[in-house]
């Protein structure tokens, strides 16, 4: 008898900074593109992308909140939270003020309105910049140890390294925490 496909819906979100790069990781991750000309997400962003587990013999529909990193949208930013289970909290690693806001600031966001249960993975984005890094690979180890994320992972959305594997960590860690 052949076990029946589980399937599950998760909302989850990009969080960090204005261009730090969540809307490009999700480009990556959905689509396999990278655009080079920035422009800024307006509010929130909603993608949907299933995840087939074959593993786990199970289907994963994501909707995917990329949202607003601009001051400006700090006010309505807690509605788009509701029936969140997971996050990346992405930072730049060229740009140290991107780093410091992940917990000082995403962070609690996140815990502010998200239930308990709410999985989150760091991620150091931009490592095809190595030239450019200021944020050392340790120094994101030993954030995410700090902030108890689920794991740190470093991405190049240009490039896709490691946005996958990014994305489907976050989706397996939501499976076990459930």
Do not use: H
């Not at 700090?74 to 991107?98: E, F, H, K, M």
């Amino acid at each position: 008898m052949m076990n029946e496909e589980r399937e599950y819906v998760f909302k989850i979100t990009l969080l960090g900074d204005a261009a730090v790069g969540k809307t490009s990781l999700i480009s990556q991750f959905v689509e396999t593109t990278f655009q080079e000309d920035y422009k800024p997400t307006l509010g929130a962003n909603i993608i949907r992308k299933d995840v087939i587990l074959d593993e786990l013999n199970a289907k994963v529909r994501l909707i995917v909140w990329d949202l607003a990193g601009q001051e400006k949208y700090n006010v309505v930013r807690s509605l788009y939270y509701q029936g969140c289970v997971g996050a990346l909290l992405v930072y730049d690693i060229t740009r140290a003020s991107t780093f410091e806001n992940i917990e000082s600031k995403w962070l609690n966001d996140f815990k502010k309105y998200v239930k308990k249960e709410g999985v989150y993975l760091l991620i150091g984005n931009k490592s095809d910049l190595n030239e450019q890094r200021v944020i050392q690979t340790s120094d994101g180890d030993k954030l995410a140890e700090k902030i108890k994320a689920s794991k740190f992972i470093e991405t190049s959305a240009k490039f896709g390294e490691n946005v996958n594997s990014a994305f489907k960590t976050l989706v397996y860690q939501i499976l076990e925490n459930q």
